[in-house]
T-cell receptor, first 114, second 108 residues
Framework: DADVTQTPRNRITKTGKRIMLECSQT?????MYWYRQDPGLGLQLIYY???????NKGEISDGYSVSRQAQAKFSLSLESAIPNQTALYFCATSDGVGAADTQYFGPGTRLTVL | GIQVEQSPPDLILQEGANSTLRCNFS?????LQWFHQNPWGQLINLFY???GTKQNGRLSATTVATERYSLLYISSSQTTDSGVYFCAVVGSWGKLQFGAGTQVVVTP
């Protein structure tokens, strides 16, 4: 079984709808992250959480919110989706041990906003 | 913030060829990682390499931190090596900053 899972894997929605993307991990890591990837570009950090009570904005947090329900679960919400939020969304985890903070990524959620 | 530049942006290889991908970064880093994104979108961590050289099968990486660059070598390329290769560093705000990637296509 995959260590980091994301649901749904694909979603098509309409402008103005509220959407939630979910991420679960079995790696036992405290740190979790949400990224978005636009076509032909690298990843940009949306939000990150170093533990259940610690949530921080990333580079591009406007239009998004998150919830860290437990160590293993980190959800991303789009309160009112807009077309330029069409992208590939990745969840990642890391153990935060020293500088070798290697990140492990989920399979991604492909979101299309019409 | 820190700038991460990858070159070349695109690379087409014939199976069996060797290649070198480059990552330049604009400031000192203590964390540099290379990732491979396969054609299905999955991201796999290849190396954690803030300095020195590491090898994993046909892939190897070298980071020269004092000169602010890292190289990823692909030897005897296979079609399964196709995809996008990303370099990512920990920037001034302590989080991973990704480059734009190198798109690699390996033809049979």
């Amino acid at each position: 079984d995959a260590d980091v899972t994301q649901t749904p894997r694909n979603r098509i929605t309409k402008t103005g709808k509220r959407i939630m993307l979910e991420c679960s991990q079995t790696k036992g890591h405290d740190r979790m992250y949400w990224y978005r990837q636009d076509p032909g570009l690298g990843l940009q950090l949306i939000y990150y959480s170093f533990d259940v009570k610690d949530i921080n904005k990333g580079e591009i947090s406007d239009g998004y919110s998150v919830s860290r329900q437990a160590q293993a679960k980190f959800s991303l919400s789009l309160e009112s989706a807009i077309p330029n939020q069409t992208a590939l969304y990745f969840c990642a985890t890391s153990d935060g041990v020293g500088a070798a903070d290697t990140q492990y990524f989920g399979p991604g959620t492909r979101l299309t906003v019409l | 913030g820190i700038q991460v530049e990858q070159s070349p942006p695109d690379l087409i290889l014939q199976e069996g060829a060797n290649s070198t991908l480059r990552c330049n970064f604009s400031d000192s880093v203590n964390n540099l990682q290379w990732f491979h994104q396969n054609p299905w979108g999955q991201l796999i961590n290849l190396f954690y390499i803030p300095s020195g050289t590491k090898q994993n099968g046909r892939l190897s990486a070298t980071t020269v931190a004092t000169e602010r660059y890292s190289l990823l070598y692909i030897s005897s390329s296979q079609t399964t090596d196709s995809g996008v290769y990303f370099c990512a560093v920990v920037g001034s705000w302590g989080k991973l900053q990704f480059g734009a990637g190198t798109q690699v296509v390996v033809t049979p």
